[in-house]
């Protein structure tokens, strides 16, 4: 085995995808890439994107190697950072069945990631969601050998709001408040703030009063602007005068709309 081989797989957490431009930077360019496969010791995952031989890697190994490797600004997001964090006991057990992902606006996942048949179905958003607080609300997930930055618990649920776009993913986002008793204040007051969708700040607070979480009383409603007139959320829902927005009925089940 030759140096440069050893150092990629002494750097290369079992799990996790290695691309192109980072076997670069270690000095394996594409025509010795090429043939550490045909030596047997990588396997081509997809263009630009190799993986050891013999190795099980998942989605989350390629998150890693977008966000280490190629320096992207993704991050794992909504319902699944909340799931992968262990804070929404009511889904079904044995992992997220859908991954969400979030990045920067204008940012495309490489094609490797797009075009490969995860172990679950991927979304992509890139929402102008926070403006002057695109660093606020993080945390980093420890996943097997690797870590990846995920969506901390403030942050996920005004995400699973966002994407909310029908009466049941709408009850799906209040479920995740009411398990979401430890938020931190100063965290969802910053991103209310600077949260540019008068819907999804009203849902949110509506859910978190509902909720009767106590960090909800520590907020200051009147530090946001939740725009003017009234809003349909919920279809078919009852009518909450204060944030002037339709919501799911108090027995949290669907209506005939």
Same mark, same amino acid.
């Given at each position: ?7 990629? /797989? ?10 192109? $431009? ?31 031989? !013999? ?16 320096? *992207? ?13 262990? /804070?929404?006991?009511? /889904? ?86 009411? !398990? ?11 991103? *209310? ?5 008068? $819907?999804?700040?009203?849902?949110? *607070? ?26 349909? /959320? ?19 089940? *669907?209506?005939?709309?």
């Amino acid at each position: 085995m030759d140096s440069k081989l050893n150092n990629v /797989l002494k750097k290369l957490p079992s799990g996790a995808v290695a691309t192109q $431009r980072w076997l670069e930077e270690l000095g394996v360019y594409r025509q010795l890439t090429h043939r550490y496969v045909e030596e047997g010791w990588l396997e081509r995952l997809g263009h630009g994107a190799f993986i050891r031989a !013999g190795d099980r890697v998942d989605w989350l190994g390629g998150v890693y190697a977008m966000q280490t490797q190629l320096k *992207l600004g993704v991050h794992v997001g909504s319902d699944t950072a909340l799931q992968l964090k262990g /804070l929404a006991h009511f /889904l079904a057990m044995g992992g997220p069945r859908r991954g969400h992902l979030f990045g920067t606006p204008g940012s495309k996942l490489p094609g490797w990631f797009r075009k490969h048949d995860w172990d679950i179905a991927t979304g992509f958003y890139c929402p102008r969601l926070f403006e002057g607080a695109e660093h606020t609300g993080f945390g980093d997930l420890r996943y097997e050998r690797f870590t990846v930055r995920i969506s901390a618990p403030e942050r996920a649920v005004m995400e699973s709001i966002y994407l909310a776009a029908d009466n049941a993913s709408l009850i799906h986002s209040h479920h995740l408040m009411e !398990g979401l008793s430890t938020l931190r204040p100063a965290v969802v007051q910053e991103l *209310l703030e600077a949260c540019w969708s008068v $819907r999804v700040k009203r849902y949110f *607070l509506w859910s978190a009063g509902t909720a009767g979480h106590a960090w909800f009383r520590q907020l200051n409603p009147a530090m946001l602007d939740l725009g003017a007139g009234k809003r349909q /959320l919920f279809k078919g829902g009852g009518y909450d005068a204060t944030y002037r927005i339709t919501v799911p009925p108090a027995n949290g089940e *669907l209506p005939d709309v």
